[in-house]
């Protein structure tokens, strides 16, 4: 439907060239920490685009989903421990605890919706969290140093140049495929249903079985990023899983636009983009951040992707009609 | 003469208050049947109670030949049971032609399908272009349902009902607060719609009611008083006393 690039999209397009040339700009200037910073943004750019699936498209507000991120990490860091250090052990492992666990708190969770959903699937991320810190034979509290990075083939994880290469690879396929999804039966049924659910079923359609999908397709995504991670740290620790991370993902996806497409990736550069700047000027960054996290929610619902789409007309609900106006270049009508 | 959709002693309380008493009634293949009844008659409860979205408290509800009281709205759909809301209810953000085309998807097959656009369905793009087309919305068919008009609205909820390529159309006041042009327009898609499918009709507007009905059944406080032709209605003189009161009814 909207495949074609948009002026919206330039600017993430762009940005996403450069960071395929960014590991080596930063071996040229032997600057490895950029390559390990930027590969964490990705990171993060997939598990945001993860949490979008349920979160943008389905409007399903998790505030859990580091209880997959954590689920990917020790699906590196468990059979790591036990001197497994083959990838495709980690990633079944990954991709069958996720699925589960998704599969079961996302048949819990989605018998209620709204607030009763959010706390929810808290209470499943802090079960989980709680789970592992108790641990105390894997590290516990302190977590997990992982001394034999994910395998496949031959291929190791060990390097931050080699999980930044995944990263990127699977992020721009992510994004592909969300751009795809958005107007596919899937995912315009999941939009339907965060616009009007009841409507939803009088077409035909059971909502609930497209959204649980959608929660374990999310969950299963969150957890790769989670694994990218465990790899990129060689260490896994439950403080990734605390519903402040959950927290952070949801921000990510809301600050960069949610359901749209380059939102979650959008918003993790920003996110952790301005933490970083802020963090080397003042220790409490985090009062300045939430001013501008203040300043893009009242700008919209439509985030960073809706901002740079905005000036010339686009087709998104966001960029439309009233709101319009406010801009002085949309002097310029069609 | 077989029924299409049938209810047997159908019957839903809420407490102490019974919204549909009672009520067995038939509508058989192929007509067009209407419902009339004062304000708080219990005809949006009964319309619930026969899509699907509200399960009633003893009785049974037959849609072609088969027992779908414990069948959800999303599988009456699926079987050709196809409503329209009275209070508009269409997807904001999409498209007339994707507000149809989804309509018509859903009814047909699933949605599990994450790579390929909706709009690439060619078997589901010509049933909701059909829809549209006879809810006259051909000219509006990419604009977002937002973009639309309060009369506009209605008929793209009629378009959806009929890209679904329904068995049957439950049409909850489809020319409710529309003006009288729109409602004159809506009375001609009607009748245009007559016999090519099973329509249950709930409206206000007697003119309409009348001019368009085989049959009609009056409910009265849950209860269904009478049913019968459009003249067995008009003459009937309970209906004339409880419902129409000592207006004449339509001339």
């Known amino acids: 439907m909207r495949m074609s690039l948009r002026t919206g999209d330039l600017v993430p397009v762009v940005l996403l060239a450069g960071l395929a040339l960014l590991p080596f700009a930063a071996a040229a200037a032997d600057e490895p920490f950029f390559t390990t910073f930027f590969a964490r943004v990705l990171i993060y750019a997939i598990a945001a685009t993860a949490l979008n699936v349920a979160l943008g498209l389905g409007g399903l507000v998790s505030l859990g989903h580091a209880l997959f991120l954590g689920l990917g990490m020790y699906s590196v860091a468990l059979p790591a421990h036990f001197g497994i250090a083959n990838g495709w052990v980690h990633l079944a492992a990954c991709v069958a605890s996720c699925g589960v666990v998704g599969l079961l708190t996302g048949y819990v969770s989605l018998r209620t919706s709204g607030i009763a959903f959010i706390m929810i699937t808290l209470a499943f991320a802090q079960m989980g969290y709680f789970l592992v810190v108790s641990l105390k034979q894997f590290g516990g509290d302190d977590g997990m140093a992982i001394s034999a990075a994910s395998e496949f083939f031959g291929f190791s994880l060990s390097s931050g140049n080699a999980v930044y290469g995944v990263a990127f690879c699977l992020l721009v396929a992510l994004t592909v495929w969300i751009a795809r999804l958005r107007s596919a039966p899937f995912g315009v049924t999941l939009r339907a249903g965060r616009q009007n659910a009841r409507r939803v079923a009088s077409v035909g359609l059971a909502l609930s079985r497209y959204q649980l999908t959608a929660y374990v397709l999310s969950a299963v995504l969150c957890g790769l990023a989670g694994m990218l991670l465990a790899n990129l740290n060689a260490y896994a620790s439950p403080s990734s899983m605390s519903w402040m991370v959950s927290g952070e993902l949801i921000v990510m996806v809301v600050l960069g636009g949610m359901g749209s497409v380059f939102g979650p990736f959008l918003g993790a550069v920003a996110f952790l983009g301005i933490e970083e700047v802020l963090k080397a000027f003042t220790e409490h960054w985090m009062a300045l951040f939430g001013l501008l996290i203040l300043g893009v929610a009242l700008l919209g619902k439509a985030g960073i992707a809706g901002l740079l789409a905005r000036p010339i007309r686009s087709n998104s609900p966001a960029g439309r009609g009233a709101k319009a106006p406010l801009l002085a270049e949309s002097g310029v009508r069609p | ?251």
């Open chain 2, 1 to 251: 003469m077989s029924a299409l959709l049938q209810t047997e002693k159908l019957t839903k309380r809420y407490g102490a208050l019974v919204v549909t008493d009672d009520v067995s009634l038939e509508v058989q293949a192929g007509e067009l049947h209407a419902i009339i009844g004062p304000n708080g008659a219990g005809k949006t409860t009964l319309i619930n109670q026969l899509s699907g979205e509200l399960a009633p408290n003893s009785g049974s509800v037959r849609f072609a030949g088969k027992d779908v009281t414990a069948t959800g709205i999303d599988g009456r759909a699926r079987q050709g049971l196809l409503r329209s809301y009275q209070i508009t209810s269409v997807f904001d953000e999409f498209t007339v032609r994707e507000n149809a085309t989804l309509a018509a998807l859903g009814t047909q097959r699933h949605a599990f399908s994450f790579w390929t656009s909706l709009l690439g369905d060619k078997e589901a793009l010509a049933a909701a272009d059909e829809g549209i087309a006879a809810a006259g919305l051909a000219a509006l068919a990419d604009s977002p349902a937002s973009d639309l008009g309060y009369g506009e609205r209605r008929q793209l909820e009629l378009a959806m009902a009929l890209a679904a390529r329904p068995r049957f159309l439950l049409l909850d006041e489809p020319m409710a607060g529309m003006s009288v042009q729109e409602s004159a327009a809506v009375v001609t898609l009607l009748q245009s719609l007559k016999r090519k499918y099973t329509i249950l009709l709930v409206e206000h507007d007697m003119n309409a009611v009348f001019a368009l009905a085989d049959r009609i059944s009056v409910l009265v406080y849950g209860k269904l008083l009478v049913t019968g032709t459009p003249e067995e209605i008009r003459n009937n003189a309970e209906v004339r006393a409880i419902y129409l009161g000592e207006e004449e009814v339509v001339a």
